[in-house]
């Protein structure tokens, strides 16, 4: 009886923990991974659950019991399908639709269950955005297929370098490097018009506009920890895009 009831406090422990990895992984507010945490453990019948949650750990336990646990984060990334799927999993679980178990194993499948966008597509979504920011932002038509294809190299740079190196902030340091040196020769041989322009328009994929939002809504919610730590990464992204087109200006131009 004792080991069974061991058995089903492992389960919750390990089902809150990872739901709280899959969001804070995904790009979700703190306040959102604790709420969505606890309300597991009190729908599983743990009704005095204690949660923690940082941009780099998760910490859960019970009151009741000497049961406590932590998760490491190691990677942070935007995937607000996942973020809302684990909600949705939290609801059906709460109506009593699946089983705990259910839910642990649906969570653990979330990558084969979480529709995702092709590469290709994402990389023509970025070329996208890209031109038409370009334009918004006050560039003209001459520099909105130079901008285009420039967006796309960028994130394709961007998302191979993670791929391959996995180092932190290099794979945004090198992109901003290529665009710029991409606008520059697009201007130079007289494809494009404006350098300013076209890199303006084909970094805005790469600016982490969710994370520092983020940042700024857990500190607002009192998470001033996790919010710090946030702002401090997009601090430092920003900065990698900064100093790859700085290096440009400062070799060509």
Not at 40 to 69: H, P, W
Request: glycine share 8%.
């Amino acid at each position: 009886m004792k080991e069974s009831k061991q058995k089903n406090l492992q389960l919750i422990l390990d089902t809150c923990l990872l739901a709280g990895k899959i969001m804070t992984e995904s790009g979700s507010e703190v306040y959102r991974v604790e709420d969505t945490m606890n309300r597991i453990a009190e729908n599983a019948g743990q009704k005095e659950s204690v949660s923690y949650v940082t941009a780099t750990g998760l910490f859960m336990g019970f009151r009741s019991s000497n049961f406590t646990q932590l998760e490491n984060v190691t990677e942070r990334s935007i995937n607000l399908e996942k973020v809302a799927i684990v909600n949705n999993l939290s609801r059906q679980f709460a109506n009593q639709e699946i089983s705990l178990a259910e839910l642990n194993h649906k969570l653990v499948n979330i990558d084969t269950e979480a529709p995702t966008y092709s590469m290709t597509l994402q990389i023509f979504a970025a070329g996208i955005v890209s031109c038409t920011l370009m334009y918004i932002f006050g560039g003209s038509w001459d520099d909105f297929l130079a901008t285009f294809f420039i967006g796309m190299i960028g994130f394709s740079v961007a998302h191979f370098t993670k791929e391959w190196l996995r180092i932190k902030f290099l794979d945004d340091f090198l992109a901003s490097f290529t665009i710029g040196l991409l606008a520059y020769f697009a201007v130079t041989f007289h494809l494009a018009g404006n350098v300013d322009n076209i890199i303006i328009g084909a970094v805005m994929p790469l600016v982490p506009g969710v994370a520092i939002t983020n940042s700024f809504r857990d500190i607002l919610a009192g998470h001033l920890l996790s919010g710090t730590a946030r702002a401090t990464e997009a601090i430092f992204i920003a900065g990698s895009i900064g100093i790859g087109i700085a290096i440009v200006f400062k070799l060509f131009m």
